[in-house]
């Protein structure tokens, strides 16, 4: 299916919701706002109206995501009509495929943990020791 551009230009938010990558068109200023989405290497408000062939970089994380604009939409479709409306650089890909890598070979989380809550038999050895603690500082 080939989008079909409704106007000549687009505001960003719409854009970003058009395309689903937000779920809502107020996450989509929400993060436009914070200064996580630029328009051709520049920072943009929400009212940026988008012309074919501009190129929207959006920090999501750690992870920086660059996509060139191919179709203009202000109504949300289906998801392969959405998915025509912009085309991702191959070094977006390329970073996202190695983030996925590094998060699937990663450090098990628990591993990580030195502290947090106490085993089993951490709670016995602790009850044991408050017992005779207890004992050996009574006066009486």
Do not use: C, H
């Amino acid at each position: 299916m080939d989008p079909k551009p409704t106007t000549d230009r687009v505001r960003l938010d719409k854009w970003l919701w058009a395309a689903r990558l937000f779920k809502t068109r107020a996450l989509a200023a929400d993060e436009v706002a914070r200064g996580r989405v630029l328009v051709n290497d520049q920072a943009a408000k929400s009212s940026r109206e988008l012309k074919v062939g501009d190129q929207v970089t959006w920090r999501q994380a750690a992870l920086q995501r660059v996509f060139v604009i191919r179709g203009l939409s202000a109504v949300r479709g289906p998801a392969p009509v959405a998915q025509a409306l912009y085309e991702e650089t191959a070094g977006s890909l390329a970073a996202r495929a190695a983030a996925a890598e590094r998060r699937r070979q990663g450090v098990e989380p628990a591993d990580a943990l030195t502290q947090g809550r106490p085993t089993k038999r951490d709670r016995r050895d602790l009850a044991d020791w408050q017992r005779w603690s207890a004992s050996a500082d009574d006066p009486g």
